[in-house]
């Protein structure tokens, strides 16, 4: 049997050239396909030249569905990340527009409204510590970080009402 599979490589090979239509695919594909033969007999009844054949169709009938799930995967995943990337991109400008308003409304805080909410919201302070920081009491702090959100609130509503 080795023998005639020997004899019948040249032709499998031009077969496999004509299904693939690429030198490499079709050499992928006769390794395929002669491992198939050595590892399963032959039925009886069929000649070797036709089973040969046979199973190489069936090998490039295989890869082809699965290249072809692949790609489909492939795409979906891309279109996937493409959509997460529209979406992060959205989100980040969000964000950066957000982040912009935030900031400027800061800027329009008095002071020591500032000082208060960026220790206690963006630092993460406590009121003890914040109150230790500016040598204020706690109450102070609480008062100060009240009017400050307020402030923000109203800013970033559109609503310019002023808060001391």
Known sequence: ??????????????????????????DDLLQNTLE?????PIPEQVTLMAWAFRVCRNCWIDEYRAKKVRANASDALAYEAQSANQLNMDE???????????SSAMDELPCEQRE??????????SYADASEVLQVPAGTIMSRLARARAKISNLLNGRNEVLS
């Open 1 to 26: 049997m080795k023998d005639e599979l020997t004899e019948l490589v040249p032709s499998l090979r031009k077969f496999a050239y004509s299904l693939t239509g690429s030198i490499h695919d079709a």
């Open 36 to 40: 198939r033969l050595l590892s399963k």
């Open 92 to 102: 980040a400008v969000t964000q950066s527009i957000t982040l912009k308003q935030v």
């Open 116 to 125: 208060t909410l960026s220790l206690v919201a963006v630092q993460g302070m």
